[in-house]
């Protein structure tokens, strides 16, 4: 067995906890706060297992910034999640953006709930862009979202994309792919 650095090991441990201690919940309000709660968890979980090409940061102490586009009561919650915290060494900010608004140096996109246009819209403008785009919609996910979220066996996992990730230059861990519910390696 190959040896894990204590950093590692306790990123894989936090990742694995979030992913197999989550609650089970009854899925009758979609937008519901432990609905919420659970996606915020995940947000700041996937920035951990996640590597940017080089250039993606400003500084080695820049922030990782979470855009939250269509989803403000998402990203309050996921304020209060990152609070005091980081991933690889790196402050998590959060950052609400409006329909239409370019992500600008945004790390990790959450889409929202969004019409097909202004999904269509963003995904092209963020299309090669070294950006993480995570959604809830079968339709983002189609657009080249990397990461959807999923509802199996009662529980909220996500999927994953590797071909827009690639695409992006964006890494991500085979730690987090193994947590995935399932891995497109195609076309999204």
């Known amino acids: 067995m190959a040896y894990l650095p204590p950093r ?16 089970i919940f009854a899925y009758a309000d979609p937008s519901g706060p432990v609905e919420r709660q659970i996606k915020a968890a995940y947000l700041y979980k996937f920035a951990g297992f996640v590597e940017w090409p080089e250039g993606s940061f400003v500084r080695p102490d820049s922030p990782v910034v979470i855009g939250v586009m269509a989803a403000d009561a998402l990203a309050d919650q996921l304020e209060q999640t990152v609070a005091g915290h980081t991933a690889n060494g790196r402050p998590l900010v959060v950052r609400k953006l409006k329909k239409g608004e370019a ?6 996109l959450f889409l929202g709930a969004m019409d097909k246009a202004a999904l269509a819209e963003v995904m092209n403008a963020t299309r090669n862009q070294p950006l993480l785009t995570v959604s809830d919609s079968e ?25 827009p990730a690639a695409t992006a230059r964006i890494r991500i861990s085979a730690r987090m792919l193994s947590a995935a519910y399932r891995v497109n390696t195609g076309a999204s």
């Open 139 to 163: 339709e983002a996910y189609a657009y080249g979202s990397m990461i959807n979220f999923v509802v199996a066996d009662d529980r909220l996992r996500f999927e994953v994309a590797l071909k």
């Open 103 to 108: 992500p600008g140096n945004v790390h990790i």
């Open 8 to 23: 590692y090991l306790f990123q894989l441990w936090s990742l694995l906890l979030a992913l197999t201690c989550l609650p």
